[in-house]
């Protein structure tokens, strides 16, 4: 079945004489089987590249409602969006971080919830190599209350792995902000519990008891943590966090086949459904494969980040999204 997929190929000195907006062309007819070649030759433009994603965020090109164009078009545009946050998470300058952070705030603002599900769990791979001027702009996106919480708490992964490389000291004072942020009461209620989560990823003996009071206080399905998770951590407190996931394996060839498999698949029974007279059913939202533009999910979304429905107490990244 492979050898029916085929990808799209392009000579390194081809790329090589392409301007931003050019390469930018083939992003989008490409949509989501575009090369990692291609992402290379956009970051090897560096700022000239950083500046034309910036004029496509501000002139409102990325965010446009693509419902009447073309099929193949609106779907190349939407995924422009998540190709040109993997291109600034690989250029290495303050800008390219600035201008994540502003994805970031538009996504969440734009309710692209398949974007940020795509991301989530990411973000510390994509702030990795940026400067530590950055980080001013990512703790104003945690500490805005006009946000969703749930970007917002993306955004704590980057601030936090970043601290810890910094030192002990760092770690310190970002752990102590973190915690100012759990005990306000009049904070949303998922963020303060993401933030304990992050905070049991590098356990301190004076913050157990405030989070041994939030695994108290919940209750019923889809608890972030308990007292087990706690005890786990503080068990074994040398151990370390799992390291950055890396978000471009979306671009190796044997990820792209697989996506196009599935998704004929997908669309074959999809089809036979519709024959059959049975009612249409969205594509599958726990798959981070699967979808190639926005739909309406009939059940709420889990994220990368949220408590894993098998119960667990666990994120479902580090529970049933690694099984699947």
């Not at 301007?19 to 930018?24: I, V």
């Not at 956009?42 to 700022?47: L, N």
């Not at 980080?135 to 917002?152: F, K, N, P, Q, V």
Request: proline share 7%; with cysteine; charged share 30%.
């Amino acid at each position: 079945m492979n050898a029916s997929i085929e990808l799209p190929t392009y000579p390194e000195e081809f790329l090589a004489e392409l301007s931003p907006s050019k390469l930018t062309d083939i992003l989008i007819e490409d949509q989501d089987r575009v090369p990692r070649n291609v992402i290379d030759a956009c970051v090897r433009c560096g700022d000239m590249m950083t500046e034309y994603l910036r004029q496509l965020h501000e002139d409102d090109f990325l965010w446009q409602d693509y419902e009447d164009d073309p099929e193949e078009i609106a779907g190349g545009k939407w995924w422009l969006r998540l190709h040109a946050a993997m291109i600034l998470g690989l250029i290495p300058s303050e800008q390219a971080g600035l201008l994540l952070v502003e994805l970031m705030r538009r996504m969440s603002q734009e309710d692209d919830d398949n974007l940020q599900d795509w991301l989530s769990g990411y973000w510390p791979a994509l702030f990795v190599n940026k400067p530590d001027t950055v980080l001013s702009s990512l703790r104003a996106l945690c500490e805005d209350r006009d946000m969703d919480w749930y970007i917002r708490a993306n955004a704590i992964e980057p601030i936090i792995k970043t601290a810890a490389r910094q030192g002990a000291n760092a770690l310190e004072q970002t752990q102590a902000w973190l915690v100012g942020t759990v005990g306000d009461e009049s904070e949303d209620w998922e963020f303060r519990l993401s933030a304990c989560s992050t905070l049991l990823d590098y356990p301190r003996s004076e913050y157990r008891p405030l989070l041994e009071s939030m695994a108290d206080r919940q209750s019923g399905w889809g608890k972030h943590f308990d007292r087990d998770n706690i005890q786990q951590a503080y068990s074994n407190p040398t151990n370390k966090p799992e390291h950055f996931a890396n978000p471009w394996k979306f671009y190796e060839p044997e990820a792209i086949t697989k996506r196009q498999i599935r998704w004929r698949e997908e669309n074959e029974k999809e089809k036979q459904r519709i024959l059959n007279g049975d009612a249409a059913y969205p594509n599958d939202p726990y798959d981070p494969y699967y979808d190639n533009e926005p739909y309406v999910r009939p059940e709420p979304k889990v994220g990368r980040n949220d408590p894993c429905p098998c119960g667990s107490g666990k994120k479902y990244k580090k529970c049933c999204l690694a099984k699947e």
